[in-house]
């Protein structure tokens, strides 16, 4: 049994505030400053350039794509982190339609975050003419994998309504058609049980800094299916992704397996930081994690509806979903910025989209009865009806 109080004690999160936008950036885990104060100290400042062997520091990034591969259901050896995610989205392409020559079409939806589908539409444009990117409606993916497809390129969950593809479904339908698949589990990876290897998916990519807590710009992650390790065509060809980095050999040769995925220098301070984050996962079991995260779920919709007149985005089948809980508000960004000035942070994402994100590894029921009875004294009184509110910030 997973204990939640105790996953709860090991973040810092800010005194009065109550947090729902971990979905976006996770909060800080206790241990993270001293684990990259020593990495700075200890690592960094007393073994100097020797650290890279002494601490470690080059195995890092096979050792915490290990530990991600446990919570996105892969074998150790078959994911890497590095790079960010709009860098992985492109290599997992690029390779994915090297592996399936004679197709042309790269399959997503209309949901999908824009990084993805700037990074094909980037790809396409060094590839002779005759690719294409086609994007769809996210229901109606399924009835558009047809036989001229060469990859899916699909986030699991669509980051502003919080609807979830069925990962399994439609991998078998992409290979019953002759695809391959990419997963983007941005908004999965640590927001419940991902089965990359039993689902059959081709490539899987994510990041660490939502759901998994790794801080701003942590390093993002990428999963290749064993068939494929030895056959995928590194298009980004970094030096260490080389077969021995240190021959520095003037002609590239991949390195074995998912090591060929690894591009530049690793981000040795980020990797800290996420080696920390990934403590707080030890001993968590997912499967106790997203019965939590519906249960937490489903009480901030009842108290929403009962309160409100904000609109569900995201599907009420808890299959159909992840861990966010969306509304829907012409008034959305004032409403959110009123929320987030009386301590309740959420996000919003345009048009009209208030976002809360459900992370059971430090929230309680209090925190959602909280967020929503602000949420509604907001939306009774008109405290968002100001004009410092309705005024757009220019990061949010
Ligand atoms: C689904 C999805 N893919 C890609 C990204 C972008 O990743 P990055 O900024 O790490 O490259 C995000 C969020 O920023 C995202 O939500
Ligand atoms: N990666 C982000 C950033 O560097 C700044 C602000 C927000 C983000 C995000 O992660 C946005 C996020 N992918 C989303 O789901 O909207």
Same mark, same amino acid.
């Given at each position: 049994?997973?204990?939640?109080?105790?996953?709860?004690?090991?973040?810092?999160?800010?005194?009065?505030?109550?947090?729902?936008?971990?979905?976006?950036? *996770?909060? /800080?885990?206790?241990?993270?400053?001293?684990?990259?104060? !020593? =990495? $700075?100290?200890? #690592?960094?400042? @007393? &073994?100097? +350039?020797?650290?890279?062997?002494?601490?470690?520091?080059?195995?890092?990034?096979?050792?915490?794509?290990?530990?991600?591969?446990?919570?996105?259901?892969?074998?150790?050896?078959?994911?890497?982190?590095?790079?960010?995610?709009?860098?992985?989205?492109?290599?997992?392409?690029?390779?994915?339609?090297?592996?399936?020559?004679?197709?042309?079409?790269?399959?997503?939806?209309?949901?999908?975050?824009?990084?993805?589908?700037?990074?094909?539409? *980037?790809? /396409?444009?060094?590839?002779?003419?005759?690719?294409?990117? !086609? =994007? $769809?409606?996210? #229901?109606?993916? @399924? &009835?558009? +994998?047809?036989?001229?497809?060469?990859?899916?390129?699909?986030?699991?969950?669509?980051?502003?309504?919080?609807?979830?593809?069925?990962?399994?479904?439609?991998?078998?339908?992409?290979?019953?058609?002759?695809?391959?698949?990419?997963?983007?589990?941005?908004?999965?990876?640590?927001?419940?049980?991902?089965?990359?290897?039993?689902?059959?998916?081709?490539?899987?990519?994510?990041?660490?800094?939502?759901?998994?807590?790794?801080?701003?710009?942590?390093?993002?992650?990428?999963?290749?299916?064993?068939?494929?390790?030895?056959?995928?065509?590194?298009?980004?060809?970094?030096?260490?992704?080389?077969?021995?980095?240190?021959?520095?050999?003037?002609?590239?040769?991949?390195?074995?397996?998912?090591?060929?995925?690894?591009?530049?220098?690793?981000?040795?301070?980020?990797?800290?930081?996420?080696?920390?984050?990934?403590?707080?996962?030890?001993?968590?079991?997912?499967?106790?994690?997203?019965?939590?995260?519906?249960?937490?779920?489903?009480?901030?919709?009842?108290?929403?509806?009962?309160?409100?007149?904000?609109?569900?985005?995201?599907?009420?089948?808890?299959?159909?979903?992840?861990?966010?809980?969306?509304?829907?508000?012409?008034?959305?960004?004032?409403?959110?910025?009123?929320?987030?000035?009386?301590?309740?942070?959420?996000?919003?994402?345009?048009?009209?989209?208030?976002?809360?994100?459900?992370?059971?590894?430090?929230?309680?029921?209090?925190?959602?009865?909280?967020?929503?009875?602000?949420?509604?004294?907001?939306?009774?009184?008109?405290?968002?009806?100001?004009?410092?509110?309705?005024?757009?910030?220019?990061?949010?």
């Amino acid at each position: 049994m997973t204990d939640f109080t105790r996953t709860r004690a090991l973040f810092d999160l800010p005194q009065g505030i109550t947090y729902l936008d971990g979905n976006s950036l *996770g909060p /800080l885990p206790t241990a993270t400053a001293d684990r990259v104060a !020593r =990495t $700075v100290t200890q #690592e960094w400042g @007393a &073994q100097l +350039i020797s650290a890279w062997n002494t601490a470690d520091w080059m195995a890092m990034p096979r050792a915490l794509g290990d530990r991600i591969g446990r919570l996105i259901g892969a074998e150790p050896g078959q994911t890497v982190i590095g790079d960010t995610l709009s860098i992985k989205v492109f290599q997992a392409l690029a390779a994915a339609l090297h592996l399936n020559p004679g197709r042309r079409v790269i399959l997503s939806d209309t949901g999908n975050f824009p990084t993805d589908l700037y990074m094909a539409e *980037g790809l /396409l444009k060094l590839l002779p003419d005759g690719f294409e990117l !086609r =994007t $769809v409606p996210p #229901e109606d993916v @399924a &009835q558009n +994998i047809t036989e001229d497809i060469a990859v899916t390129l699909l986030t699991e969950v669509d980051y502003r309504t919080g609807r979830r593809h069925d990962m399994g479904a439609l991998t078998r339908l992409a290979h019953d058609n002759g695809a391959l698949t990419i997963w983007d589990l941005a908004h999965s990876a640590g927001a419940f049980p991902v089965h990359v290897a039993q689902g059959g998916a081709d490539f899987a990519v994510g990041c660490t800094y939502k759901y998994l807590n790794a801080g701003p710009g942590a390093p993002a992650f990428i999963y290749v299916a064993p068939r494929h390790a030895e056959h995928a065509e590194p298009a980004l060809a970094g030096w260490l992704g080389h077969k021995a980095p240190f021959a520095f050999d003037l002609n590239y040769i991949p390195g074995a397996g998912i090591e060929r995925m690894r591009v530049g220098t690793p981000p040795v301070l980020q990797m800290a930081a996420l080696e920390a984050a990934l403590d707080v996962w030890e001993g968590v079991d997912l499967d106790a994690l997203r019965a939590r995260s519906l249960e937490l779920a489903d009480r901030l919709v009842a108290a929403v509806e009962a309160s409100t007149d904000l609109a569900l985005a995201t599907p009420r089948d808890p299959a159909m979903r992840g861990s966010q809980v969306s509304f829907r508000h012409p008034q959305g960004y004032a409403i959110m910025q009123a929320l987030i000035a009386a301590g309740v942070i959420g996000d919003f994402r345009a048009p009209d989209i208030l976002r809360f994100g459900i992370t059971p590894l430090y929230l309680s029921e209090g925190d959602i009865d909280h967020a929503a009875a602000t949420l509604a004294q907001i939306l009774d009184s008109r405290a968002w009806d100001r004009p410092e509110y309705r005024a757009r910030k220019p990061v949010t």
